[in-house]
């Protein structure tokens, strides 16, 4: 992890104050290189005489022992570029996205103060924002959910939300209906704060100055790239991996996708093709919600994934964020990437 004590924005010379050095981001789905690219651009800069370091910003790859399911990225590849934010709590550990808020932007803020440039990387959209962006995390009241909880199981999902939308209809025009774990948080949000909850909704705003270079490729290549990844896992140590942590997996980590499906093949309740499939199935299903997520950010900068030129492309924008010339990058956009997102957003 990053050492945070007095970490400051601005980066000490023998010439005095100059500007800490711009994080780059780089978002897409699962699957589609984010952590090879990651990797690529901070040798590249290194080579150029920029020191770049890698803070993780997937939400599953902060627990040990968790390597093979969640994609870590190899030893060798971590000893390469130094990695921030992986293996930092035990899988019994929970990690919310109001605590890795702090912990990223204190380690962004201790790397940009040694003149480092963090390269955010991870497919977790909320925590890839919330890491750079102005998103507040209202604190939580067990016995408001409690309560929230068991009305949701008497009264049922649809008078919750028909709640939620006399006390918040801007909330509730941006959420499922169908999702009862969504309507009793912002319920509960509105009860502890006494504000709406829209208050505490995302905001495309940065507070931490950022450049964020977005991996686009087409469905059926993204499909092939899944099947791939998910044969190398299983066929590759993930099964030992599961039945290692197994009796360590917390509430939490057992969310990650892969592991529930290998729990129920260790126990006996699907062969070995089908849980192929299910994790497959349900990885491709992310991949699309991700580039959903990603899809409304109008801030990304999208690059074709298997363009030859993606590292120098990549490199060319950070070149010109830097300089704060977003016009040559606009103007650069055809060339850079044709976006896929509406035909992987349908899923």
């Known amino acids: 992890m990053c050492v945070t004590e007095h970490a400051e924005r601005t980066v000490r010379s023998d010439d005095g104050p100059t500007v800490a050095p711009r994080v780059v981001s780089i978002v897409?789905?699962?699957?589609s290189g984010k952590t090879g690219l990651g990797i690529a651009i901070a040798k590249a800069l290194q080579a150029r005489g920029q020191r770049a370091e890698i803070v993780n910003a997937d939400a599953y790859q902060m627990y040990r022992g968790m390597d093979i399911g969640t994609a870590k990225a190899t030893a060798e590849e971590q000893?390469?570029?130094?990695?921030?934010?992986?293996d930092v709590i035990e899988p019994d550990d929970a990690m919310s996205v109001a605590?890795?808020?702090q912990l990223a932007r204190e380690c962004i803020r201790d790397l940009q103060a040694r003149g480092i440039r963090p390269i955010l990387v991870g497919g977790s959209g909320l925590y890839a924002r919330a890491a750079i962006d102005d998103i507040s995390f209202p604190g939580t009241d067990p016995d408001v959910r409690k309560r929230l909880e068991e009305r949701e199981k008497t009264e049922g999902a649809g008078a919750l939300f028909a709640e939620l939308k006399a006390k918040d209809p801007v909330a509730a025009a941006r959420m499922d209906p169908h999702n009862p774990r969504r309507t009793i948080r912002a319920l509960e949000v509105i009860e502890v704060t006494g504000k709406p909850y829209s208050a505490s909704l995302p905001h495309y705003r940065y507070v931490i100055p950022t450049v964020q270079i977005g991996l686009d490729l087409p469905r059926e290549e993204l499909d092939r790239r899944i099947d791939?990844?998910?044969k190398r896992m299983l066929d590759g140590g993930f099964?030992?991996?599961?039945?290692?942590?197994r009796p360590r997996l917390g509430v939490t980590a057992s969310r990650a996708l892969g592991y529930q499906q290998v729990v129920d093949y260790l126990d006996g309740l699907a062969d070995l093709d089908d849980t192929f499939m299910d994790i497959a199935q349900k990885t491709k299903r992310l991949a699309r919600k991700q580039m959903g997520w990603f899809g409304r950010d109008p801030r990304i900068h999208w690059l074709q994934a298997l363009n030859p030129k993606l590292l120098g492309n990549a490199l060319a924008i950070i070149e010109h964020a830097d300089a704060g010339d977003y016009d040559a990058i606009d103007a650069r956009a055809d060339e850079y990437t044709q976006h896929h997102l509406g035909d992987i957003g349908q899923a």
């Open 28 to 31: 897409g789905p699962t699957a």
């Open 79 to 86: 000893s390469a570029v130094p990695h921030h934010l992986i």
């Open 99 to 101: 605590r890795f808020q």
């Open 228 to 230: 791939i990844r998910t």
């Open 239 to 245: 099964i030992e991996e599961v039945e290692r942590l």
